[in-house]
């Protein structure tokens, strides 16, 4: 098992940045790792990024390809977000989350459901 805690949301105007945490407890290193967010008023997670549990392959949404940056340290059991945020569109409760597998080219890595563990999220609100 793991236990996921985020932090590091907060308000940040467009064009700015930000950067969030996921503290890792448990069998962290073992994991496959991602990150989905929930904007206001959706009721399904939408992929973001995702990396692999020895940070061999990182993967990212269209959306935020070329501005959000996935990174992990497993000797300190934490994974990152670097955001360069553009735009209001990225207003979202973001959440961390672990898959107990590996994940490959196949694109399977953007479904929620595979990720056995999550955060409870952190919010992130872009001003404009």
């Known amino acids: 098992q793991v236990q996921l805690v985020e932090s590091g949301g907060g308000l940040v105007q467009a064009g700015g940045s930000l950067r969030l945490s996921c503290a890792g407890s448990g069998r962290f290193s073992a994991y496959a790792m991602g990150w989905f967010r929930q904007a206001p008023g959706k009721e399904e997670r939408e992929f973001v990024a995702?990396?692999?549990?020895?940070?061999?392959?990182?993967y990212y949404s269209d959306s935020v390809k070329g501005r959000f940056t996935i990174s992990r340290d497993n000797a300190k059991n934490t994974l990152c977000l670097q955001m360069n945020i553009e735009r209001p569109g990225d207003t979202s409760v973001y959440s961390c989350?672990?898959?107990?597998?590996?994940?490959?080219?196949?694109?399977?890595?953007?479904?929620?459901?595979?990720?056995?563990?999550w955060g409870k999220g952190t919010q992130v609100t872009v001003s404009s």
């Open positions: 989350a672990a898959h107990e597998g590996y994940i490959d080219d196949s694109g399977y890595y953007t479904a929620a459901q595979i990720y056995e563990y």
């Open positions: 995702a990396i692999t549990y020895n940070s061999d392959t990182t």
